[in-house]
């Protein structure tokens, strides 16, 4: 390994685990959010007791709210991309930001040899808030299925 790489690997976790500590709080909070706007429309609607499209509207709005707040997990990590110059545009940033916290990557859009860890990093920080939304979209789940 070449010593430049190293030694900006240093560099890269020094930035990236404080985004990955801002992320799941952001994450977090964000998904207690959601969490109490559906769990009071919940359970204001007592007509939901059975299985039916309502349940269904209800976890679709979550799907669509933990998407639209992963996007946003992205975009922290694209202006953090583009601030240090790792990436040249912000549509490059953002698109190589969802495919690092994905896991997904893309051949096309790497980063440079120096900024490889902080591309590591985010995929690492998205497997941890994939594991808290897939929990998260569990208990949302057992909320809206049908009351007995």
Request: glycine residues 8%.
């Amino acid at each position: 390994m070449a010593p430049e790489i190293a030694n900006n690997w240093a560099f890269d976790w020094l930035w990236g685990l404080p985004l990955i500590v801002f992320t799941v709080v952001i994450h977090t909070y964000g998904l207690g959010f959601i969490n109490r706007k559906i769990t009071s429309t919940l359970d204001s609607a007592r007509w939901l007791g059975e299985f039916s499209a309502a349940s269904i509207f209800f976890v679709g709005v979550t799907v669509l709210s933990v998407t639209i707040l992963h996007g946003l997990d992205g975009a922290i990590w694209a202006i953090a991309y583009r601030f240090l110059g790792a990436l040249q545009d912000n549509k490059s940033a953002m698109l190589f930001s969802l495919n690092a916290i994905t896991t997904y990557g893309h051949e096309d859009l790497q980063l440079a040899p120096r900024w490889q860890m902080m591309g590591a990093l985010e995929a690492l920080n998205g497997c941890i808030m994939f594991g808290l939304t897939t929990a998260f979209l569990f208990t949302i789940i057992q909320k809206a299925w049908p009351r007995a």
